[in-house]
């Protein structure tokens, strides 16, 4: 008979994402406590595990574009993840990206709740369905709901208006360049309505 791994995780205990598992910091949100506008992304991606700072890959890129249209300037808000380490699969030298499951994004949560209460923004901004999964605490249909502001649930706290909105990733991999264009102005436009939001 084998004996029982004495590192292996209990059964009910959850599986870290790869970045995680293998010891890898946890990239955490950036930005000043008491930041009017908060903006909640996915988790971090390849670059940004290794450079140890959020959004700061193509993704982010675009993201800054979209701030410095709409007049947000980035240093005074704060940006973080919902899943704070790069969850991925390994493919020879690469690793490729997956989406964070139900279970990652509750096991990050806390930390989450946590950043709201220390950060106390005035407006979170949503970017993408695993942020909104992660504030509002259950699953949204995020294209439906897109550029639609909710209250946050109780443990936010409560009443914390939250803007749903789509991931920059998602703007980034449209093909048509003037659907990109198009879908790129609507994003900057709501980028706008959260930075006038959190005056
Ligand atoms: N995508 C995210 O959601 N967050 C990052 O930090 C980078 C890419």
């Not at 598992?21 to 009017?36: D, M, N, T």
């Not at 979209?66 to 704070?84: C, P």
């Not at 709901?145 to 409560?158: C, D, I, K, S, T």
Request: proline share 11%; no cysteine.
């Amino acid at each position: 008979m084998t004996p029982p791994d004495s590192n292996a995780p209990a059964p009910s205990m959850p599986v870290p994402v790869a970045g995680w598992a293998e010891g890898r910091p946890a990239i955490l949100g950036e930005g000043p406590r008491g930041a009017p506008l908060m903006f909640v992304g996915e988790q971090p991606g390849d670059e940004e595990d290794r450079q140890g700072h959020p959004f700061v890959g193509p993704a982010g890129r675009l993201f800054d574009r979209a701030l410095e249209a709409a007049g947000i300037d980035r240093k005074a808000s704060y940006v973080t993840n919902a899943v704070k380490h790069f969850k991925y699969i390994q493919r020879g030298a690469r690793r490729l990206h997956q989406s964070p499951d139900a279970g990652d994004i509750r096991l990050y949560r806390p930390f989450l709740v946590q950043e709201v209460a220390t950060v106390s923004p005035r407006f979170v901004v949503a970017l993408g369905a695993t942020a909104t999964q992660a504030l509002m605490g259950r699953k949204l249909p995020l294209l439906k709901l897109r550029g639609q502001v909710f209250e946050a649930p109780e443990e936010l706290p409560a009443g914390l208006p939250v803007l749903i909105t789509v991931h920059p990733s998602y703007l980034l991999r449209l093909p048509d360049p003037e659907l990109k264009r198009r879908e790129f102005e609507r994003f900057v436009a709501e980028l706008q309505f959260a930075g006038r939001a959190a005056r």
